[in-house]
Antibody, heavy 120, light 108 residues
Framework: QVQLQESGPGLVKPSQTLSLTCTVS??????????WTWIRQHPGKGLEWIGYIHFSGSSYYNPSLNSRVSISLDTSKNEFSLRLSSVTAADTAVYYC????????????WGQGTLVAVSS | DIQMTQSPSSLSASVGDRVTITCRAS??????LNWYQQKPGKAPKLLIY???SLQSGVPSRFSGSGSGTDFTLTISDLQPEDFATYYCQQSYSTLALTFGGGTKVEIK
């Protein structure tokens, strides 16, 4: 059974960089051709796709965040990471990591989510 | 971006009711439509993929239909554990995946 777990600071100051890690267990991130994904949910709001990365290293980002976001893989640790730069209060959200079988598939496994607040 | 519009945004229903939620895409997305259930404080859970395929382990009272721009999630015989928020998501436009705004199913 694949499990995903987000980790990282729960509080980030405005203008700084938000960094989160998703640790995957029960399967290798470098097998199966999956797309490892970040999704966020603003408090009381809907879901927003941030981007995903393939084990080959190819990454794709939401155009609305493209200039500030980066997703990377660490196959030795079986984890992938999110970096979102120049954060503002509008980036306060619950951040989820998830897995997709392909670029056109659904998200079948999700982490529990982690709340990140942007505040001074 | 492809906009996903769900209706209604909320509804009240009783245990045993049949509930239908609609999702409309701003452009045709073939059958690249997925449905998720989210309970408070929890991550979304995949229910239906490719418009009508039931995810493993999901009760058969959940069903999905549609193609092109109009899609439906139906819950037959609503159970107490089904009270949650439901989201549709298009996976057609892979450079900009988008979700619907959600439909909250509440107890009448």
């Amino acid at each position: 059974q694949v499990q995903l777990q987000e980790s990282g600071p729960g509080l980030v100051k405005p203008s700084q960089t938000l960094s989160l890690t998703c640790t995957v267990s029960g399967g290798s991130i470098s097998s199966g051709g999956h797309y490892w994904t970040w999704i966020r949910q603003h408090p009381g709001k809907g879901l927003e796709w941030i981007g995903y990365i393939h084990f080959s290293g190819s990454s794709y980002y939401n155009p609305s965040l493209n200039s500030r976001v980066s997703i990377s893989l660490d196959t030795s640790k079986n984890e992938f990471s999110l970096r979102l730069s120049s954060v503002t209060a509008a980036d306060t959200a619950v951040y989820y990591c998830a897995r997709a079988w392909s670029r056109t598939s659904s998200f079948d496994y999700w982490g529990q989510g982690t709340l990140v607040a942007v505040s001074s | 971006d492809i906009q996903m519009t769900q209706s209604p945004s909320s509804l009240s229903a009783s245990v045993g009711d049949r509930v239908t939620i609609t999702c409309r895409a701003s452009h045709t997305i073939s059958n690249y439509l997925n449905w998720y259930q989210q309970k408070p404080g929890k991550a979304p859970k995949l229910l239906i993929y490719s418009a009508s395929s039931l995810q493993s382990g999901v009760p058969s009272r959940f069903s999905g239909s549609g193609s092109g721009t109009d899609f439906t999630l139906t819950i037959s015989d609503l159970q107490p554990e089904d009270f949650a928020t439901y989201y549709c998501q298009q996976s057609y436009s892979t450079l900009a995946l988008t979700f619907g705004g959600g439909t909250k199913v509440e107890i009448k």
